[in-house]
């Protein structure tokens, strides 16, 4: 097996990974680095969760290192554009925990807080800036950093980035940008618009592949339970009271929903937090502080927070909403069952909903286990699904499916450079979140029949009881980022 001292890199940063307990590289870092340290453009296809920061990290600090040069005040030699402020702050956190041996110095500057302090780091030397678009190009107008001297250019979850609308701060940073540099990007997924900016950014490209997005975990025990919307709360509250429930993300498909659904638990006796684009950015890094130290058990997330929370020991991610692009599930899914451990997701359908489930499925091909099928979790008689909309066979694309259109995604709260959608949604106040919310679809297909064994047909509580049960296995060894 490939462990991190093959790969060739500077005995600082083999150092910093010992010191961080990481011996063995992830597939996505064992086939990118060697690349990546030869010089080659790359296009690496990995969704979050498979340690693409340090497979882009590691290669580009050596680099810095084995190249040393004096850089003005202001300018900086390595760009690492990231779609969300979370997803930022983590990559530059751990860019600073790689590079704790070296002279190398990072940054990271994004919207939604006070420009100053950002203005005032940008002052000292900084060799990697983290950025969100909208924010770099407000500090580049402000004269605050220069682009001219860039020699490596990180593009991190570029899908998500077009999903945010970022296309035009990517064309116009392209621009402020020297054309001789090596790039690399990296994307969940690969659609037709990802393969055009790898054609305009890259130069001969090497490209590596792990995990394709519709691709689940393994260890992952994936779970449906059919209701209605008006029973979904009641619901909601039963199963994060279950003792096996230790720590979990709640995803909603609206600011407005995540924070009614806080109220709702808060009824209930349950404490939570929401994180989502209206947020100020000191809420949400209280409320992910919470979550990740263990004061607070259950997060409730827009999918802002879909690729940007890394965070140990999720042991159950609920979909209260699903999502209307089948991708999504995978992504919000992906929050549990990391380095090896196992986790269970849990999704709630309503027959408006039955055409997103019957888009994941297709996706996933995967049949999605029906879980008790109950609507509340008192050992009452299951209930059977509701019978008034429903889905048809698997090969159909479901209601929720991609030809309804794109997300309309959660912006960055920037004041200048922020990109634009092609179609933007109705006017509103600057946020991290969709201007617009979806309704509801109605073009669901029949519900399917109930296939399931008579394990299916326990109680939630039962089910989780007797599985959480059996001991949970976790001998994978600790992994980067």
Known sequence: MTQFTDLGLAEQLLKALASEGYTTPTPIQAQAIPHILQGRDLLGAAQTGTGKTAAFSLPLIHRLLSQPRRMETRQVRALILSPTRELAAQIETSIRAYAQF?????????????????????????????????????????????????????????????????VHALRRI?????????????????????????????????????????????????????????????????TLSVPEMERAIVFTRTKHGADKVVRQLEVSGIKSAAIHGNKSQGQRERALGAFRDGELRILVATDI???????????HVVQFDLPNVAETYV?????????????????????????????????????????????????????????????????????????????????QGERSGRPQSAKPAHGGPRSDAPRGERPQRTDAQAPRKDTGSAKEGLGGVAFLQQRTQQPRTNGARRRAN
């Open 305 to 315: 927070a879909a690729r940007g929370i890394d965070v140990d020991g999720i042991s």
């Open 174 to 238: 392209a621009t402020l940008i020297p054309k001789k540099r090596q790039t690399l990007l990296f994307s969940a997924t690969m659609p037709k618009p990802i393969r055009e900016i790898a054609s305009a950014y890259l130069s001969d490209p090497v490209e590596v592949s792990v995990a394709p997005v519709a691709t689940t975990a393994e260890k992952i025990d994936q779970r449906v339970i059919f209701t209605t919307p008006g029973e979904k709360p009641a619901l909601l509250a039963k």
């Open 331 to 411: 992504h919000r899914i992906g929050r549990t069952a990391r380095a090896g451990a196992s986790g269970m997701a849990i999704a709630f359908c309503t027959p408006e909903e039955r055409g997103d489930l019957a888009a994941i499925e297709k996706l996933t091909r995967i049949a999605i286990t029906p879980m008790g099928e109950v609507p509340y979790w008192d050992g009452r008689t299951p209930k059977k699904p509701p019978q008034n909309q429903g889905r048809g066979g698997r090969g159909q694309q479901g209601g929720g499916g991609r030809d309804q259109g794109r997300p309309q995604g959660e912006r």
């Open 102 to 166: 070296t002279t190398v110095k990072s940054a990271v500057v994004f919207g939604g807080v006070p420009v100053g302090k950002q203005i005032r780091a940008l002052g000292q030397h900084v060799d990697i800036l983290v950025a969100t678009p909208g924010r770099l190009l407000d500090l580049v107008d402000q004269r605050a950093v220069s682009l001219r001297e860039i020699e490596y250019l990180v593009l991190d979850e570029a899908d998500q980035m077009l999903d945010l609308g970022f």
